[in-house]
């Protein structure tokens, strides 16, 4: 166990928890942070009570940025969610939340510099996903560049800062393997962009399909509890 | 007149509102973000109002982005604010807020993509400041880069962002003598760190200090009401 406190981005989702969990088994101490954004998925928030309570984390902070202040995306605005569509890399959907990971890493930032953490663990991944460009290696790499220019601590007191993304290489079924070698228990998880008043995810938003894909390429069945039409499929 | 539309982040302060003033007089269409991240000095916010109404912005956004729940600056918690000291630019005090140009710079980025602007003005200087990693050029370089790297309108649009950091080669003295001659009106803005009750500032903060020898380079009296014990001196 190597006791280092380290800063864990923490969405409630599928991802996120499965970093997290990672970061305990290598030893750090887990300081959380939920930053609820104004999306329309506030379920996701209770999610990531409930992951940071299973996870044993030190702290757990949800910050408020309502990013819907600036719009531009289906997931803080009214603009449709796409739905049952087939997921092309390459077409950035209206999901897309403009700056997200880059604001969202900043406040982990600013956290991790007072808790002289220098670890920040991020859920992102560049396979299984929805052809985000702030889910990528590269960007990953400029983030972490730029943030050992931007602190006191990287730049007075030499103490490097790394940026994590465990999952950046993993398909979403080798993200669940993982996670259920971990003990992950996924029922406690959110990933449903557009999800019924009571919670329960739409089974068509392009994360639910990915989600679902990667449960039945394990051959494990998803613990959440999809509409009626979706599990008879 | 370019008529291009630009974030310009605006604190309030003398630098953001010179900074804004130049962008202003190069053409862009101005859109204000103003960030409440629980300082203790909310005076700014209220003269960041007056001072977007004066640039006649098209749009003003305040945004609350709680930095306080992490701690570590004497702008957003209980420390006292250093008084009365000479300014050593390689000692890092405690006013230094964590990844606080960061969190203001991801915003901006994320209002920026979604308003398709290309630009975003940010009033840091690297010479008469108070020795913030985050105001020096390399920064501000490192996180070009990344932002370039982390916005669909970069990767799919080829869109270009350029962040401005109009003055950072300026010492306070040079950038009071550009405003004048852009014709900003100081006594809009609000400096200090640590104003009285009324909004009065102490003169006696670095930021106070830095801003008095500027105006008095000039020869030109600072508008703002400093204590009288000040004043006589």
């Known amino acids: ?38 999306q329309r998925h506030v379920r996701e928030i209770e999610s990531s009570r409930a992951v940071a309570l299973a996870l044993g984390v030190v702290r757990h902070i949800e910050l408020d940025v309502d990013l819907s202040a600036f719009g531009g995306s289906s997931l803080t605005t009214e603009m449709p969610v796409p ?41 992102v991944n560049a396979l ?33 800062l790394t940026i994590h993304a465990p999952l950046m290489d993993l398909t979403k079924a080798q993200i669940i393997r993982r996670g259920v070698e971990l003990g992950v228990d996924y029922s406690l998880t959110s990933s449903c962009y557009d999800p019924a008043p009571d919670g329960r995810p739409c089974g068509q938003c392009d994360s639910c399909l990915l989600r679902q894909k990667g449960f039945r390429e394990n051959g494990i069945s998803d613990p959440l509890p999809y509409p009626q039409t979706q599990a008879a499929s």
């Open 1 to 38: 166990m190597n006791g280092q406190p380290a800063v864990v981005l923490l969405s409630g989702g599928l991802d996120s928890y499965t970093a997290a969990a990672l970061a305990r088994e290598q030893g750090y101490t887990l300081h959380a942070l939920t930053i609820r954004y104004g």
């Open 83 to 123: 739905k049952d569509r087939p997921i092309d890399p390459d077409d950035i959907p209206s999901t897309y939340v403009p700056a997200r990971n880059t604001v969202f890493l900043s406040l982990a930032l600013g956290w991790a510099e007072v808790l002289k953490a220098r670890d920040i663990f991020i859920g």
């Open 128 to 160: 299984d996903y929805s052809g985000y460009p702030d889910c990528r290696p590269e960007y990953i790499g400029a983030f972490e560049a730029m943030a050992n220019l931007a602190t006191k601590a990287a730049v007075e007191g030499g103490q490097r």
